[in-house]
């Protein structure tokens, strides 16, 4: 059975960092595409950071660029996102999933499995 879960969020001050993980289990994700996304009460999911199979290639949202980067450990089947200089509008459950290819892609429908999510509070 795939499973993602996700760690690392918490309540942070507004300048502050956080680093989120996303542990996968059921099956290797190491030829898979992974990405992050984040939902704030009453507004869609959003997309965040996607990560390539092989680490090499990845994709930010305009909002987080230059600011959040996502990294990957295949052998440990896990994927990072590293998250500095928040703000509080980065507030929301923050999501990680796993699409059915190598391509870092943007769209939630791309993905086919996901995690249950992790808070992230950033106070202002």
């Known amino acids: 059975q795939v499973q993602l879960v996700e760690s690392g969020g918490g309540l942070v001050q507004a300048g502050g960092s956080l680093r989120l993980s996303c542990a996968a289990s059921?099956?290797?994700?190491?030829?898979?595409?992974m990405g992050w996304f984040r939902q704030a009460p009453g507004k869609e999911r959003e997309f965040v950071a996607a990560?390539?199979?092989?680490?090499?290639?990845?994709l930010y949202a305009d909002s987080v660029n230059g600011r959040f980067t996502i990294s990957r450990d295949n052998a440990k089947d896990t994927v990072y996102l590293q998250m500095n200089s928040l703000k509080p509008e980065d507030t929301a459950v923050y999501y990680c999933?796993?699409?059915?290819?190598?391509?870092?892609?943007?769209?939630?429908?791309?993905?086919?499995?996901w995690g249950q999510g992790t808070q992230v509070t950033v106070s202002s």
């Open positions: 999933a796993v699409r059915p290819n190598r391509s870092p892609k943007s769209g939630a429908r791309e993905y086919d499995y």
């Open positions: 059921g099956r290797t994700f190491s030829s898979n595409a």
């Open positions: 990560i390539g199979g092989s680490g090499v290639s990845s």
